[in-house]
């Protein structure tokens, strides 16, 4: 026999031993799984008022308490709870199992409970008032590592070693180092007074601001629009700003120690309640500290809250020239050198009307989709490439120099927009159009592409559709030129035909389909006199009603012209005025 055949078997024999007791650990568990209860039994944390820990070897104890929905540490001190440390307590207390032990391993740990590491003990307030108390003792650590003895109602149960983790923290981990007591989304009012020393030079951070959602106004050191996005960031950085440890819980701090006696910075947030808190900040041998309202505490930042709160001025300027959906938009509006232009969303897209200079709108117009659909994009799209802070609001506005009026309105009655100077060349080279938004006092600019969107006359946002008649619901068509007259009729049973006959009109064919949908080439300006065409061509249509539908075709000089009611264009394609006169020719 091989000297190693003993060895070989004696690995296998002990393999062999090993899977068979690892089965009936398996088989133990999975026993013992059938019976896992909750750690806390059936604690509700919506009826949870307290929660006390006592860290009977460490000599700590913590007692917490829920009021009106918030948490504060009320023992030893009192003070809101660290929202993370509390929510391990509470996922301990919804989420861990216990596992049942025998009564034999339970008399073998017994002594790891005379007495335990600690406890942790919840009060419930239960629908009929009354409180309920449910205790869970901490006992000595189970063999594999993993586990942790726990007992509560006297039975002895097995649990994950996190309960355990709840004894590490020291009384400061409990404490809460949030700056602000406010909520995010609540902020109504900031105000941030004086400046930071970077090393390099001051840094002044005087501002001003109010507002909610998405409207924003900074009213100092300027009054202009601010970004929404911006301030809803940065109130919320601020609302959930929290400190990197407490410095001093002395009840009469030196504050000059700190350089709070001096502050460098002073915040001051008010909510939509009209709370206001206040947040003095500043640094001193590397580091940088922070004292609320008149409280004693004294925080200790990180460095990474310095470049937060020292946000420059113009990073809270509004750049955007409308924050509005499409579907919110009840008008836009444009006055300037094309006249005073008012353009409207209706069921069936949008319609245009010039002002008269009586102030009466004149009829309204069809908008070409198109034509709309790029003045909207090129608004929710316009971004200003520069802000003057430090030059006067209307320096780009000298008197007597033509303006453009561009806005736009809401449903709720809000007014996106502002004056539009003429286009200039800015000392770097760059061409801009001057912008003044309402009610601000910090001039901006636009790329001129932007502003020269704003000098369409209105005929260049009629729609190239001039007319578009439903074939089935027509009876008649009547041509006259040139003293001739040619006529068709149709019916509900049959396709055109020359009038008094049942001979098809085949000579229509080619016409036909430009007839019923009449389009422009370009618009003129609509109204006016009758236009003073050569070889004119009257089309009429009558539709079922005995409608009639009008248009006159001719030429004027190399041009081919169509006169439609009020509108006047060029006719798209050309071509048809001299198929029409074609047609009359022959009749």
Known sequence: MNRLTPLVLLVVVVGLGYLALQQSRME??????????????????????????????????IRMERDAGRWFLTDPMAWPMDRGVLDKFLGVIARNGADPVSDALAAQVADSFEPPLGFIETTEELGDGSERRVRVEVGALDIDGLRIFVRRDNRVFRTIRNIESLFDFNAADYRSKRLFALQRGSVARVERVGGWDHGGGHQPLGMSAQGAGDRWEITSPIRCAGDPVVFAAWTSYLSAMRAKRFASDDP?????????????????????????????????????????????TIYELDDETVPFV??????????????????????????GSAGDLRLTPGVDGWSVASAAESG?????????PLVIKDLLSAAEEAEVTRSFIDLAADAFFPEG???????????GGERFGGRFGAARELPDGMEVVPYLRFRSGLGQAFPTEFGRLLDRPLEAYLSTALWSQPNTWLRS??????????????????????????????????????????KAEEHLAPGGPVL????????????AERQEHVARIGRQGADVLVEVGDLRARLRPASLHRALMEILSGS
């Open 532 to 543: 003073d065409l050569e070889d004119p061509v009257v089309v009429t249509f009558t539709d």
């Open 310 to 335: 020292c946000e420059p001025l113009t990073n809270f300027i509004e750049l955007r020239f409308m924050r509005l959906a499409r579907s919110q938009i009840s008008a836009v509006r444009i006055q």
């Open 360 to 368: 009466q709108w004149g009829p309204a117009y069809e908008v070409d």
């Open 28 to 61: 133990a568990d999975r026993t013992r799984s059938s019976e896992v209860e909750r750690l806390f039994g059936d604690v509700d944390e919506d009826r949870l008022r307290s929660i006390r820990l006592e860290f009977i070897k460490g000599s700590r104890h």
């Open 401 to 411: 120099e033509e303006e453009t009026l561009f806005w736009i309105e809401g449903l």
């Open 477 to 518: 068509l009547t041509l006259e030129g040139g003293g001739r007259t040619a006529r068709f009729e149709r019916g509900d049973s049959f396709d055109w035909r020359v009038a008094s006959t049942e001979q098809p009109a085949r000579i229509l064919d080619p016409v036909l389909e430009q007839l019923l949908f009449l």
């Open 252 to 296: 009469a701090p030196d504050l000059a120690r700190f350089g709070l006696d001096q502050p460098w910075v002073t915040l001051r947030i008010t909510n939509l309640r009209g709370l206001t808190q206040s947040l003095h900040l500043a640094a001193t041998g590397g580091k940088v500290y922070a004292r609320r309202d008149e409280q004693p």
